[in-house]
């Protein structure tokens, strides 16, 4: 069993940044793949980056890319997600999954998930 806690969310202007952290628990924790999802209303959960459980391998949606940057802390058993250039349009819960594996980035992609976190970006 696996256990996740995000934090890091909130209200912002456009342009800013954020942080993102997911603190992962559990005997096994580190030997899953991390990713970040977004659900915005009425709209389906979506893929927005994920890491190799060792680091070295990243994915990242188009929409995000440039902006946006996952990172991992094995030791400390934490993901976290800088957002950079934020904008309206990023307005969303943030959910972070973990899975075996990466890619295949479909809504159910994460064996578990976070309770998610609001981040919200005003114009």
């Known amino acids: 069993q696996v256990q996740l806690v995000e934090s890091g969310g909130g209200l912002v202007q456009a342009g800013d940044s954020l942080r993102l952290s997911c603190a992962a628990s559990?005997?096994?924790?580190?030997?899953?793949?991390m990713g970040w999802f977004r659900q915005a209303p009425g709209k389906e959960r979506e893929f927005v980056t994920a890491i190799s459980w060792s680091g070295g391998t990243t994915d990242y949606a188009d929409s995000v890319k440039g902006r946006f940057t996952i990172s991992r802390d094995t030791a400390k058993n934490t993901v976290y997600l800088q957002m950079n250039s934020l904008k309206p349009e990023d307005t969303a819960v943030y959910y972070c999954?973990?899975?075996?594996?990466?890619?295949?980035?479909?809504?159910?992609?994460?064996?578990?998930w976070g309770q998610g976190t609001q981040v919200t970006v005003s114009s």
């Open positions: 999954a973990a899975s075996p594996k990466m890619g295949n980035y479909g809504p159910n992609w994460g064996r578990y």
């Open positions: 559990g005997r096994t924790s580190a030997l899953y793949a």
